[in-house]
């Protein structure tokens, strides 16, 4: 295996990039039954406005209304070997702390993994609740309504959960993370047999997105947030940074007009920082970008009109 892997402990035989399981894996509920009660000003998102999952979590959050229920604090873009850090400007209002890595050893003097964002904290047991963004952003979305602005807005029907969480299966794995076992691949075997199943999953989409303006018709999903946050981030990152140039996304007629037309939805573009974006990847992955150069494009506008909503 390479020794240019970004993160040679996720790496196996091949050079393929295996992704950590999330180790915090506890339950807000509205009934409080798990330990847990969903009640306004408990808990605290650690987030990164670079990261794809921790942006599932921010979207989600605006959604549903719960900026007063549940407060944020965004870290530092640029991440080194000892993670996450926080800005001089936007302090950790909690505990002081300089890197959210001290949040994990209070949580569990023994975590050794990596430190990865979304984290949902719990103030009243000073601990880690969760750190898994796809349950991070199902509680979000129907544990809080009683706290939440929104709260007829269901982003995870039971009819259709079965549904859903199959796609978000297929996309997990070949989008999601297709994108990083392309990027992190240490070997030409474990690039390719990433980045092909990824295009093969994008036309996929690009054939269903013809005939429904969203995944699951003319309501949003979570399945649509946790794939909008990869696209945004797909010409400007993935495409040159990743190696995942087969095609634009802005070669893709109707995905491309779905990426605009989800990033027009009230609210989206306000939680999109494509700075912290660029600069986290370009600059943090010095394996994969040795000089650290962010590059200013691709031009694209994200507000023009997406045409979409006949469909």
């Not at 010409?235 to 109707?254: I, M």
Request: hydrophobic share 40%; aromatic share 10%; proline share 6%.
């Amino acid at each position: 295996m390479s020794s240019t892997a970004p993160f040679p402990k996720e790496s196996d035989a091949k050079g393929a990039f295996v992704r950590q399981d999330s180790v915090f894996r506890g339950r807000v509920t509205a009934d409080g039954s798990s330990g847990f009660p969903a009640v306004a000003g408990r808990y605290h998102l650690y987030v990164s406005l670079a990261c794809p999952w921790a942006h599932r979590a921010v979207i989600v959050r605006a959604l549903k209304g719960l900026e007063n229920a549940i407060d944020i604090t965004v870290v530092d873009p640029i991440r080194d070997e000892r993670g996450w850090r926080f800005l001089p400007d936007q302090p950790d209002p909690l505990h002081g702390w300089t890197y959210l890595s001290e949040g994990y050893r209070k949580s569990d003097p023994d975590f050794d993994g990596r430190v990865t964002v979304p984290v949902l904290w719990d103030k009243e047991t000073q601990a880690i609740v969760n750190n898994e963004s796809s349950e991070i952003i199902e509680m979000l979305n129907a544990e809080f309504d009683a706290v939440a602005g929104r709260p007829d807005l269901d982003l995870y029907p039971q009819a259709l959960r079965g549904e859903i969480d199959a796609l978000n299966a297929q996309i997990y794995d070949t989008v999601n993370n297709g994108v990083y076992r392309s990027g992190f691949a240490a070997t030409q075997e474990a690039y390719e047999e990433a980045v092909l199943p990824l295009f093969a999953t994008l036309d996929e989409l690009e054939e269903r997105l013809a005939s429904r303006r969203f995944l699951f018709g003319a309501e949003q999903t979570l399945a649509d947030w946790r794939l909008f946050t990869t696209l945004v981030r797909f010409d400007p990152v993935y495409h040159g940074h990743f190696k995942c140039n087969v095609r634009k996304l802005a070669e893709y007629p109707n995905l491309f007009g779905y990426l605009r037309d989800l990033h027009q939805t009230p609210g989206v573009a306000d939680t999109v920082d494509m700075d912290h974006i660029k600069r986290h990847y370009y600059v943090t992955h010095t394996s994969i970008n040795p000089t650290q150069v962010v590059p200013i494009g691709p031009d694209q506008d994200l507000a023009a009109p997406h045409g979409r909503e006949s469909l």
